[in-house]
């Protein structure tokens, strides 16, 4: 039987002092060098009074940025202080954590092969963090990571082709999502988090939703 526990961490529900969202609403991440027309000054997703039009610099309708993390128990993935990566989902802002949004949105660019694509755009360190962080519990990666590409990452509004610097290498948005989901992940260290307060896998321990979303809250406050 296979086992997984699945945590959602809500992005936009945090602080807005956080930096990753501000990256994704305002688009002034390092990934997109030569692409600064976005400024530092719109709104963030999902926190707009008035519609906004330029949707390579705001999120939409996407714009509650989930990421999704595992902890595999059967058969167990990834490094043993870690939980792995599931995904990064461009969720809708109406009811903030409804769990809606839409997928598989551009079939055009669904890639045949993501480690191709980020080994074109020259992403070989990042390909070799998710052969260990973003793992398939049936050891087929490369699947995994296409079906979370073409499910959420062609939806979302900020990383669409015309919205790229111009000459950019084809799959680029794609290296784009692989990248930020990344360096969402690597800001959201829940292992971290939870271990900090004592909370650790175990299959004797149990934990309520109460104590984990509680030291989850207080860590991010606290990292
Ligand atoms: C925020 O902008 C989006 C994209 O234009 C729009 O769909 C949405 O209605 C806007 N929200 C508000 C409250 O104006
Ligand atoms: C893919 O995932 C498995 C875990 O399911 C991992 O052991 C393996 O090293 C990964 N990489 C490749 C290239 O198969």
Known sequence: M?????????LSALSSATPFLAEFSRFSG????????CGTSGPQTCHNTTAQSN???FEAPGGQIVQ??????????????????????PDHCETLCDGT???????SRNYASITQVLQNNGKTSLLTYM???WVDI???NESFWEHEWSKHGTCMSTIKPTCLPAGSTTGADAAYYFQRAVDTFQN???????SAVGITPSTSNTYTYTTLANAIKASTQRF
């Not at 997984?4 to 809500?10: E, P, S, T």
Request: charged share 10%.
């Open 2 to 10: 296979i086992s997984q526990a699945l945590l959602i961490l809500a």
């Open 30 to 37: 390092s990934e997109l060098v030569g692409r600064t027309s």
């Open 55 to 57: 949707l390579c610099c």
């Open 68 to 89: 999704v993390q595992f902890w595999d128990t059967n058969p167990s993935t990834g490094p043993t202080n870690s939980w792995t990566i599931h995904g990064l989902w």
């Open 101 to 107: 949004y839409d997928s598989n949105c551009d079939a």
């Open 131 to 133: 052969n260990q962080y």
């Open 138 to 140: 049936n050891g087929d």
């Open 188 to 194: 959201l260290p829940t292992y971290q988090y939870l």
